[in-house]
């Protein structure tokens, strides 16, 4: 299947800090990626929703000043978590789709805020 | 609001016998449902899908069955292995454009030796 990285894998960052993780479609592009948040030994849940080239559409209940989506291209899909406080401590998990084909997930990246 | 939902959260089976993990899900619209697994640490790893046009799916000691009348999805795994346990998901989305994946809440699954 389609490879989808994310970067880093773990971060820990001091509180009222901001923290950016990347998420790249490696070998096909991405016309949609979808950012998933998963507290541990919960589903995941989604975050928003992003196509390249325009703004990310937000689930309700997300805070889209706190978590700054960017789509630049389409491999790239990046998540900025803005002022970062311990209840932000989670993982991050992207997938990208290509088209109607079916969603890949990334890796994951375990955000620790301290 | 809309909710994909699992009956057990943990199945403990014995290596070699059949698992079935179940799943409900209550938005009608849904046409295409995925599960997935994901072991610990890492992000979900995609088994097997299908769509609302069909009822049943096989692929490689996985079978997926879909009950529309009942809104239930089943995860068969055959000849469970070590290898298996981790916490598994179903997903339910439509294949158009937003293809927005809800996800249940999950099965652990463990495999005891």
């Known amino acids: 299947g389609a490879v989808v990285s994310q970067h880093p894998s773990w971060v820990i960052c001091k509180s009222g800090t901001s923290v950016k993780i990347e998420c790249r479609s490696l070998?096909?592009?991405?016309?949609?990626m979808f950012w998933y948040r998963q507290f541990p030994k919960q589903s995941l849940m989604l975050m928003a929703t992003?196509?390249?080239?325009?703004?990310?559409?937000?689930e309700q209940g997300v805070e889209k000043d706190k978590f700054l989506i960017n789509h630049a291209s389409l491999t790239l899909s990046t998540l900025t978590v803005t002022s970062a406080h311990p209840e932000d401590s989670s993982f991050y998990i992207c997938?990208?789709?290509?088209?109607?084909?079916?969603?890949?997930f990334g890796q994951g990246t375990r955000l620790t805020v301290v | 609001g809309e909710s994909v939902g699992l009956h057990l959260p943990t199945l403990s089976v014995q290596e070699g016998d059949n698992s079935i993990i179940n799943c409900a899900y209550s938005n009608s619209a849904s046409d295409y449902f995925i599960w997935y697994k994901q072991e610990s640490g890492k992000g979900p790893q995609f088994i097997i899908d299908?769509?609302?046009?069909?009822d049943k799916r096989q692929g490689q000691r996985v079978t997926v069955l879909l009950n529309k009348t009942v809104k239930h999805l089943s995860l068969q795994i055959a000849a469970t292995q070590p290898g298996d346990s981790a916490v598994y998901f179903c997903?339910?989305?439509?294949?158009?454009?937003?293809?927005?994946?809800?996800f249940g809440s999950g099965t652990r699954l463990l495999v005891r030796p």
């Open positions: 299908i769509r609302s046009n069909m």
């Open positions: 997903a339910e989305g439509g294949m158009d454009s937003s293809y927005k994946l809800i």
């Open positions: 070998d096909f592009q991405a016309t949609t």
């Open positions: 997938s990208a789709r290509a088209g109607h084909t079916e969603a890949f």
């Open positions: 992003s196509n390249e080239g325009s703004k990310a559409t937000y």
